[in-house]
Every structure is written in C-alpha cells, then in structure tokens.
C-alpha cells in the first residue's frame, strides 16, 4: 500500500511538471519567410481588408474572433487547398490564433511558406491583444 501511494505521489508530480512545462512553452517570435506584426499593424491590415486565418479549434472561433476571419483550424483544415481558397500565394495573408502561448499560428505560418506563399504575416500576439485592444470580434451563435 505504501508503495503504491508513492508510486502515485510520483506519477501525479511528473504530470504537474509536464503541464508547467507545455503551459510555460511560448510561441517562437519569428517565423523564417514570414514578419510578425504587432496588433497596431494586424488592425491596419483589418482596415485594409487583407484576409486574416484563424487557425484555431471550432469552440474558440464560435467564441470569438476577428470579423471576416477565415476558419481553417491548423489540425484539420489548414492545407495548401483551402489556403489557396483564400488568397493566391502572392497575395497577403495574416495568420493567428490563441496568442503567445499557442502554437498554431507559427505552424501554419510555416507551413504556408513551405507551400509558397510570398506574403505571411504572422500575428503572434492573436486573439487576447486583439481583444484587449478593444477591436472588433465577432462570435458564432450555436
């Protein structure tokens, strides 16, 4: 019995220590063939109309997201076919997602230069500073 507590008290330590370490993982700041804007520049872009991506999961877009954002979730629709959807590989596209603690948008934003396109701009900071910069966000009725 006393092993077997012990070995719990262990395995329940080792998944504190994993969750810290993958909660404490930040997005890279760079992308190579992209540029990280900031949320003054990814507004600017907004005004201008380049189309935005959100590579986030179903639940977060319906729960808010930038106006016109195109959904391509980067674990099952972000491919090379639906990019090419949205915008031809010389044309300008922003790319984002849960912000600096979220993987996705660095991904994504990979992946589309491997495929070509010239023009990715990687919005890092993603949906929380756009959110605290009180811009626009548009929600998803269930």
Known sequence: MIRHNSLLLL???LCCMV??????QLAPEHINGTQTID???AKSFFDRGIPFIDVRGLENFNAGHIPGAHHLPVKSD???QNLHAVAKQNEPIVIYCN???????SVAA???VDWGWTKVFYYREG????KQNDHP???VSP
């Open 99 to 105: 912000g600096i603690h979220c993987m996705g948008s």
């Open 39 to 41: 949320t003054v520049t």
């Open 19 to 24: 969750s810290a370490a993958y909660a404490d």
């Open 11 to 13: 395995f329940m330590a």
């Open 127 to 130: 949906i929380p500073a756009w």
């Open 137 to 139: 966000i548009q929600t």
């Open 78 to 80: 972000f491919n090379e």
């Open 110 to 112: 990979q992946k589309a």
